[in-house]
């Protein structure tokens, strides 16, 4: 603390303008070196031998205005897909991750199966899941079975879900017995416990691998188009097949990019908040 | 008898740490718990409150079985309030929250009544304005008197104290053992194991020292701590004095 009438003292003022300078100096050098590293990348991609092609089979403003809408109508479903989907999985692998945790022989069925539900939906594939869902089981014929879409997403929930699973393990693990103790002696039940002590501790833990990994199944929404439902990529390659142009999927990947944008940001932000809570600040 | 415990065994795994322990409590009865680092105190506190499962005897609160597996842990963990050395705050809780969520939780109490029976204890121990900060932004001490006060809204029948001012700096422990001497005036039935051999001669009704997972010696404070009959009492005082915590 200083005090009002504090006058500061010719070293504090030389560090104070040493560092000043210093500052500026290396503003400048980051914004040269930007500049330098940009030119020579245009100058690089813009007078290779191949770039008016590319230009026009990847870059046609005419062709991207043209297929924008219907992109624009599939990427609404990756939307709806990808809220669902996020919710979806997060409540499975809270509920598998705690499933995880009983102890006592009356719950080795349940952890058995928890187990063996991450071990293999980690390693397996997404795209392979997708095909069993989407493709294996209306094939079973059964009566209600549901749209190509739904099973789809349930793919993405139940492979997801795996992953999930282990974050929330992870973090649920991180918190210290003494804290269960703490909470038990006070006459809590286990469950009681679990809610209040011991989840919210994990999960504000853990939410940075938790949105990183919704980030990443942000994308992988994109997968149930091998499915057949009409996504945005879906309509890009329907756009690409009839224009004999790439320009489509780049508008798509753009969207992509930018519906991932403010996720990445609220990830970033998260992560940030964390850091800084662990180097003891608020 | 508030707290019977008997012949009590708890070992780990080859480790014999009870070894058919026993020690009664009375009503408004101060026990301090001495002994050794690692004689079994903490254990004995943790038994009692079912965090632990001994191997033989038996532990009775107001005259019940509680070590019956058939007794429901949680409603033998409502009536006794334990308190750590390390205090065990919830770091995500304010301190208000940490204070009435067995209050609202376990014993359904309304909140608003909860949380002004919450502030009157904070109140009397001086930290009403704390009633809104995060425990890692309280001392050692106010995090510990906290804690306290979390065991005692649940007015237990018992409260146990396992070392509660081991952590703390030295200056800070003064205000942790005013705050228990006042329980003491109250006529709160407590167990403390304590390495503060002054607070124990001060609080404490009878002085219990723990040595080979038993009770060796025990009775009034002054002739424990200054006319032990055991050796190995002497032993462990001489030890203490040496350390200079006497
Ligand atoms: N969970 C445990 N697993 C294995 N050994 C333990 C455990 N808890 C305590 N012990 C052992 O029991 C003995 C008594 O420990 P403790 O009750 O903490 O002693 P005190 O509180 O008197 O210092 C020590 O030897 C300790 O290593
Ligand atoms: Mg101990």
Redesign the pocket.
């Known amino acids: 603390m200083t005090t009002p009438l504090h006058t500061v003292s010719a070293v504090q003022q030389d560090r104070i303008a040493f560092r000043r300078r210093s500052a500026v100096r290396s503003v400048l050098l980051a914004a040269f070196s930007t500049a330098v590293v940009g030119t020579l990348l245009g100058v690089l991609v813009t007078g290779a031998p191949g770039w008016d092609r590319v230009r026009q089979s990847f870059f046609d403003p005419r062709i991207a205005v043209d297929w924008l809408p219907e992109i624009l109508q599939g990427l609404w479903l990756n939307v709806r897909m990808l809220v669902f989907c996020a919710l979806a999985a997060l409540a499975l692998g809270l509920l598998i991750a705690v499933l995880r945790t009983l102890r006592g022989p009356v719950f080795f069925p349940v952890r058995a199966l928890a187990t063996l539900y991450t071990y293999s939906f980690r390693g397996l594939p997404l795209i392979i899941v997708i095909y069993l869902m989407a493709f294996g089981i209306p094939g079973l014929r059964l009566q209600g079975t549901p749209s190509v879409t739904v099973l789809g997403g349930a793919a993405i929930v139940i492979t997801y879900g795996a992953y999930l699973a282990e974050v929330f393990r992870a973090g649920i693990e991180s918190v210290h017995p003494s804290q269960v103790a703490a909470a038990r002696s006070l006459g809590l039940s286990y469950r009681q416990s679990m809610r209040f002590v011991v989840l919210p501790q994990a999960v504000r833990r853990v939410a940075p691998p938790l949105l990183n990994d919704t980030v990443a199944l942000q994308k992988d929404v994109g997968l149930i188009s091998l499915a057949g439902p009409i996504d945005a990529i879906r309509a890009a390659q329907i756009g690409v097949a009839q224009t004999a142009n790439f320009t489509p999927y780049v508008v798509a990947g753009v969207l992509f990019v930018l519906l991932a944008l403010p996720l990445i940001g609220i990830t970033d932000w998260v992560t940030l908040r964390a850091a800084r809570r662990q180097a003891g600040g608020e | 008898m508030v707290l019977s415990c008997t012949d009590v065994r708890k070992t ?2 080859s ?1 014999v ?1 009870l070894d058919g322990l026993s020690l009664d409590v009375g009503e408004h009865e101060v026990v301090a718990l001495i ?1 050794a ?8 506190l943790r038994c009692v409150n079912l965090l632990a499962e001994i191997d033989d005897g038996v532990i009775r609160l107001d005259g019940e079985d509680i070590t019956d597996p058939r007794v429901d842990p949680d409603s033998v963990r409502q009536k006794i309030g334990l308190v750590f050395q390390s205090y065990n705050l919830f770091p995500h809780m304010t301190v208000l929250d940490n204070i009435t969520l067995a209050p609202v939780r376990v014993h359904k109490r309304a909140a608003t009544a909860a949380r002004e029976q919450a502030m009157e204890w904070l109140d009397r121990v001086g930290l009403a304005d704390k009633a809104g900060s995060y425990p890692d932004k309280l001392s050692g001490g106010q995090q510990q008197r906290v804690a306290i006060v979390r065991a005692l809204v649940n007015s237990p029948r018992l409260l146990l104290l396992d070392e509660v001012t081991s952590a703390l700096d030295p200056e800070l422990v003064g205000e942790v053992l005013t705050m228990i001497r006042d329980l003491k005036g109250e006529g709160m039935t407590m167990v403390l ?1 304590t390495h503060e051999m002054g607070f124990a001669r001060q609080v404490a009704d009878r002085v219990a020292f ?1 040595d080979q997972g038993r009770v060796l010696e025990q009775g009034p404070p002054a002739q424990v701590l200054g006319d032990p009959v055991e050796p190995r009492t002497r032993q462990f005082l001489a030890r203490i004095i040496e350390a200079g915590r006497l």
């Open positions: 780990f795994g480790a740490v002994g680092s690692g004689s079994g105190k903490s254990t004995l194991a723990l």
